[in-house]
């Protein structure tokens, strides 16, 4: 599989709560995209590991990682290897499953995580691709199934109006301030979802715009 790097930062590394940048910073960062889809942290979550995470999940400090993201720390909070009982204490419902078999969305590194609230359920297959960086190869949101490109940065736009004129103003933000290289369109029975595959990280100031211009958007 094709590794996609923004940069030289992605092979280097982040800054971050070791002890493995692609097991446990990458780890993180998943949790932190399920944490995002799900819109708060999410009262009931089992995480199905394949492959390497399957593995040596324990060893590597996957556990704490996606539970931190879970949570919304950031890779280098120091509470990372304390999330676990965090997320616990704070009743959440955390479980992790070690699958056999290959990973359904193809790589070593894979973690399903399935997050299921009082009339929410979301489910994010993400993978690490190594130093830090991740790939989100699969969404379940609003009963909608997206198969995004992968690499991140992913902008999701619900459209619960489902007005065309909507659409239209969000398409010319993104293709002036965060082009992008693909656009899904696809229908929930409450809202239009609009999925875009954008070229380059969007810098704070950027996703603040979206965010606040579109209340219903979540930019990955």
Partial sequence: MKNNYKSVFDIIGPVMIGPSSSHTAGAVKIGRVANKLFGTV?????VHYYGSFAQTHRGHG????IAAGLLG????D??????????????????????????PIHHPNTAILQMIGDKTKVTVA?????GGAIEIRAISLDGVDILPAGPLPIVIFRDYSKQMA???????DLEEKAPFTRRQVLRADDCDIYVYDIKKPM???????????YPTVICL
């Fill in 166 to 172: 909507n659409a239209l103003a969000i398409n010319a």
């Fill in 126 to 130: 993400g993978c690490s691709i190594g």
């Fill in 42 to 46: 999410p009262p009931k979550v089992t």
């Fill in 62 to 65: 996957t556990d704490y990682a």
């Fill in 78 to 103: 120091s509470r990372v290897p304390a999330a676990p009982m965090i997320a616990r204490q704070g009743g959440m419902d955390l479980r992790f499953v070690e699958e056999a078999g290959e990973s």
């Fill in 73 to 76: 720390f950031s890779p280098d």
């Fill in 203 to 213: 810098q704070p100031a950027t996703i603040a715009y979206f965010e606040k211009q």
